[in-house]
């Protein structure tokens, strides 16, 4: 018995590690394909669509690629002031408003959650026009404003912060703290916001890589060249109607990654600690 356990529990690890191989080959796969179309020239992309070899024509795409008015640095900087200034927004007045879904106790609270949770159903894209109409008539176009102030309310991350807060939150510390003398911000920043690290890490993954990768009102809002952000400098890498360079478009699509890169590496392990804790208290 004691031998046909231990064989069971071999064969499942090995099952089990080779699902786990397989499924980090696929994840990683069409990013090395993409690092790897960057160093390939646009005739070796047409001709053979499919290569894991780098080549040797890297520095002939950052020619062509800079050769376009594509200007990285100022894309990075762009992408980086509005990403990181809607995360920071995003993930503290997401947290301060779901505590007060949860910490507070006031009548219509039930009913504030439900029209939050209405509004997640709503698609940007029906009320762009409307939108650009109000920042227009603001003159908040061609100003990063206009990306960054309305991720001030996010739903979606309204809801997660609140689900977080409801399973990982003593109010008896909250209430000690009233009892000592705290102030409710007091309270907020020093006891309730450490508490939700592995939520808020998460949901600034998320909302960093939403707000990078955003294209739709960015396009429509940023119309001056210099306030371009990195995802409309590689719409712009199209050509013209007689070529394209492919390996110039993949070299931009590779920059536009890295930086998602370097955000998950920097925050991946407070979602593992996350994961922990939550098993731990299970």
Do not use: H
């Amino acid at each position: 018995m004691k031998k046909n356990k231990k064989r069971e529990s071999i064969l499942f690890k090995i099952i089990a590690y080779t699902v786990c191989g397989i499924l980090v080959v696929l994840s990683i796969l069409p990013f090395w394909i993409m690092i790897v179309n960057a160093t390939r020239s646009t005739f070796q992309i047409q001709q053979d669509a499919l290569s894991f070899i780098p080549s040797k024509f890297l520095w002939s795409n950052v020619q062509i690629l800079l050769g376009k008015t594509f200007d990285p640095l100022r894309g990075l900087i762009n992408s980086t002031i509005i990403s990181t200034s809607s995360t920071i927004f995003t993930i503290y007045f997401s947290a301060l408003t779901a505590y007060a879904l949860v910490a507070y106790n006031w009548k219509l609270r039930g009913s504030f959650f439900t029209f939050i949770m209405a509004v997640m159903m709503i698609p940007a894209q029906v009320s762009s026009i409307g939108f650009y109409q109000f920042m227009y008539k603001i003159g908040l176009t061609n100003n990063f404003l206009a990306l960054i102030l309305p991720t001030i309310a996010t739903p979606a991350a309204v809801f997660f912060m609140r689900q977080f807060m409801l399973a990982s939150l003593p109010l008896e510390l909250v209430e000690a703290a009233r009892i000592d003398g705290a102030g409710e911000f007091y309270t907020f920043n020093k006891i309730v916001l450490p508490i939700m690290k592995p939520a808020m890490a998460t949901q600034a993954i998320f909302t960093f890589v939403s707000s990078w990768n955003n294209l739709f009102l960015p396009l429509i809002l940023l119309t001056k060249s210099e306030k371009y952000t990195m995802p409309i400098m590689v719409s712009l890498l199209r050509g013209d109607i007689y070529k394209t360079e492919y390996g110039a478009v993949y070299l931009g699509l590779a920059l536009t990654v890295l930086p998602i890169f370097i955000v998950y590496f920097l925050l991946s392990k407070y979602i593992v600690e996350g994961v922990a804790l939550g098993s731990v208290k299970g």
